[in-house]
């Protein structure tokens, strides 16, 4: 029994929470701006438990369809639906579970909310299918992971605002650049069993489209903050992410597959950076 509880909390990536925080700070970043520094804290609560359920499912389903190549490739050989430590049929359930727990979050929120969370989630389930016959998966992995911002927005304004069509771009750039990072650290394993991913397109011009891909995404924070009239303090945190990104570009020039993955997990800091800016603009 316990095996099989590790196994599936393996399965939700309970011990890489990185993916979470990924979605998570341009979320609570996208509460503080469209607010005003002021979300409402039910909400707040709300979306930081969604995150969690809703990138766990992510990661149930993409396994899930995912079992046949993985056993293939060194990095995921040992992944609990290729080791047999979890079932097909238990996944599953538990991707079911994941999904209905945090559909029940929705009874809080309003109807908009509900009818962008039903797209969102066929976006996700869509997602690990696409690196099979798009050459470009990362684009849904862009919307999937960006959907949060468009949520906020509904739930707090009843409205998908001008403004967070901004900030979800923002989002969905940041997401192409540091997974096409990812993608770059996987590039030997995905060739070998024939699935697509945005650093295979681009080939030589991956790094210099992932620098371009950051540079669109903080122009566009930059811009939303300009629209919003936020505090100038917002600003200071863009120059901290432009720094951040030269630092990476150092780790991903030589495409080095360990260097390329740590390029990816520092984005981390990209996105705790921009949600500081938006926090102390609202309070200095």
């Not at 520094?37 to 969604?50: D, K, N, Q, R, Y």
């Not at 906020?152 to 989002?171: N, P, Q, W, Y």
């Not at 997974?179 to 995905?190: F, L, P, V």
Request: overall charge positive.
């Amino acid at each position: 029994m316990t095996g099989k509880l590790i196994g599936l909390g393996k399965l939700m990536r309970l011990e890489k929470p990185i993916g979470t925080f990924l979605l998570l700070w341009p979320t609570l970043s996208a509460f503080m701006i469209l607010k005003d520094g002021s979300p409402t804290p039910v909400l707040v609560i709300i979306f930081c438990i969604g995150t969690f359920l809703m990138r766990s499912a992510g990661c149930v389903i993409n396994d899930f369809f995912d079992r046949d190549f993985d056993g293939k490739v060194e990095r995921t050989k040992n992944r609990p639906l290729v080791t047999g430590q979890v079932k097909g049929f238990e996944a599953i359930t538990l991707f079911f579970i994941l999904v209905s727990l945090s559909a029940s979050l929705l009874f809080w929120t309003n109807k908009l909310t509900v009818i962008i969370a039903c797209i969102g989630l066929i976006i996700t389930v869509i997602y690990p299918l696409t690196k099979r016959f798009f050459e470009l998966p990362q684009v849904f992995l862009g919307l999937a992971f960006s959907w949060g911002i468009l949520m906020v927005s509904a739930a707090e304004l009843d409205k998908i605002s001008s403004t967070s069509l901004i900030i979800f771009s923002a989002c969905f750039f940041w997401i192409m650049a540091y997974d096409t990072a990812y993608a770059m650290s996987d590039r030997e394993g995905d060739l070998s069993i024939g699935l697509k991913s945005s650093a295979i397109t681009f080939g030589k011009y991956s790094q210099k489209l992932i620098i371009t891909f950051h540079l669109i995404s903080l122009c566009l924070w930059s811009f939303s903050g300009f629209v919003e009239k936020i505090n100038p303090i917002f600003y200071a945190s863009i120059i901290i992410c432009l720094v951040l990104v030269f630092f990476q570009f150092s780790l991903i020039r030589d495409e080095n597959p360990e260097k390329c993955f740590i390029a990816f997990k520092r984005n981390n800091w990209i996105g705790i950076s921009i949600l500081l800016g938006t926090i102390f603009s609202s309070i200095l």
